[in-house]
């Protein structure tokens, strides 16, 4: 079935390095994927997406890398800051109008 | 826009009570969701929405139960409240998928219940 994990369930990176959380999925019809950060009593915030036609995507400091060949999707911050800190999870979606989360991962910035 | 909204905040029920978690979006979406977020874990979908009139389970929903009557609301409601039932729930909206604008969910601020 539609499954979606990560690799490491914490990263601690020191302020201004580049992060790079790292997401597995096995679903190899999805099609769309996102990530998400959640800050500590708060609800997801979206960062960024990628459809499947696209290898790869940039934000505002950040990146998305989608690999289809190995199902894997990485999100890459460059210079992390404290406001980093929060966990961060990706989400596929494939044929239906539900997106399956992985469990996150806890990204600690050390200043 | 205030976008999804969620109430209340808190709420601690005692076993076997009811109550209805509130959720409304003024983006216009159709489609709405209901997560739980248990301790440490990502989000596990309840129940969700394509439209007024219209829903359907996910991956979670023994106990729950929704309604979907306007395009704005998408009230949950616990039965007979569980201790398994303590959670952080997640209401989220979309428009529908494949048009502009993206696919993304948008979030509320949860709603932390205990059951004890």
């Known amino acids: 079935g539609e499954s979606v994990g990560l690799h490491l369930p914490t990263l601690s990176v020191q302020e201004g390095d580049n992060s790079i959380i790292n997401c597995a999925y096995s679903?190899?019809?999805?099609?769309?994927f996102i990530w998400y950060k959640q800050e500590s009593g708060k609800g997801p915030q979206f960062i960024i997406d990628?459809?499947?036609?696209?290898d790869k995507r940039q934000g505002q400091r950040v990146t998305v890398l989608l690999n289809k060949t190995v199902k894997h999707l990485s999100l890459q911050i460059a210079a992390t800051q404290p406001g980093d800190s929060a966990v961060y999870f990706c989400a596929e979606q494939g044929g239906s109008e539900k997106l399956v989360f992985g469990k996150g991962t806890k990204l600690t910035v050390n200043p | 826009n205030a976008g999804v909204t969620q109430t209340p905040k808190f709420r601690i029920l005692k076993i076997g009570q009811s109550m209805t978690l509130q959720c409304t979006q003024d983006m216009n979406h159709n489609y709405m969701y209901w997560y739980r977020q248990d301790p440490g874990m990502g989000l596990k979908l309840i129940y969700y929405?394509?439209?007024?009139?219209?829903?359907d389970k996910g991956e979670v929903p023994n106990g729950y139960n929704v309604s979907r009557s306007t395009t704005e609301d998408f009230p949950l409601r616990l039965e007979l409240a569980a201790p398994s039932q303590t959670s952080v729930y997640f209401c989220a909206s979309t428009m529908t998928p494949g048009t502009s604008g993206g696919d993304e969910q948008y979030f509320g601020p949860g709603t932390r219940l205990t059951v004890t």
């Open positions: 679903n190899s019809a999805s099609d769309y």
């Open positions: 929405s394509v439209g007024a009139g219209i829903t």
């Open positions: 990628i459809r499947s036609n696209m």
